[in-house]
């Protein structure tokens, strides 16, 4: 099974700074990896796909890169309703597909 | 709009069984494979088992394998997961989520606890 460590566990980060999160493969899952954003109390929600492609209304200041086993997701401007959970996903290797453990990302 | 509501979660004693339900609504359910994913109280996510869009296919991890059976009514448009023999580490929200293996969109989840 594909392990996904996803680093750092918080992320502590001021309104309209950028934020860098990563998540890192224990093999290589070439571009199958996806983002979800969690807030509290609600489902995830797809964000990225493909390891770049955001999905359907996602905003452009989110964007996805890496292939292989290392990868970034980077909010370039943080909002407030940018606070949240953030899970990778690998899906090269399926089933399972299996996730990261998840980064905070918090206010500053 | 796509939606997805789940029903069914309870508090069920260890070894008992339970049926999850997911009606969805807004896009063609024939068209998609659907998959179930849970989340453990404070923790991460894990997939829990995904039927292919003819429903020919199913697929589950490990620690529910023998154990829990995903299905599908595409006449109701429903998805369902029957869980038995259920475990003290089964407890979670249960979330159906439309396709395989990328989840594009994700119900509110209903919560399943196991204990006695």
């Known amino acids: ?108 | 709009e796509v939606l997805l509501l789940e029903s069914g979660g309870a508090l069920v004693q260890p070894g008992g069984s339970l049926r999850l339900s997911c009606v969805t609504s807004g896009f063609t359910f024939t068209s998609h494979a659907m998959s179930w994913v849970r989340q453990a109280p404070g923790k991460g996510l894990e997939w829990v088992s995904a039927i292919t869009d003819s429903g020919d296919g199913t697929y589950y991890p490990d620690s529910v394998k023998g154990r829990f059976t995903i299905s599908r009514d595409d006449f109701k448009s429903t998805l369902y997961l029957q869980m038995n023999s259920l475990r003290a580490e089964d407890t979670a929200v249960y979330y159906c989520a439309r396709d395989s293996p990328v989840l594009s969109y994700w119900g509110q989840g209903t919560l399943v606890t196991v204990s006695s």
């Open chain 1, 1 to 108: 099974e594909i392990v996904m460590t996803q680093s750092p566990a918080t992320l502590s980060v001021s309104p309209g700074e950028r934020a860098t999160l990563s998540c890192r493969a224990s093999q290589s899952v070439t571009s199958n990896l996806a983002w979800y954003q969690q807030k509290p109390g609600q489902p995830p929600r797809l964000l990225i796909y493909g390891a770049s492609t955001r999905a359907t209304g996602i905003p452009a200041r989110f964007s996805g890169s890496g292939s292989g086993a290392e990868f970034t997701l980077t909010i370039s401007s943080l909002q407030s309703e940018d606070f949240a959970v953030y899970y990778c996903q690998q899906y090269n290797k399926w089933p399972p597909g299996t996730f990261g453990q998840g980064t905070k990302v918090e206010i500053k």
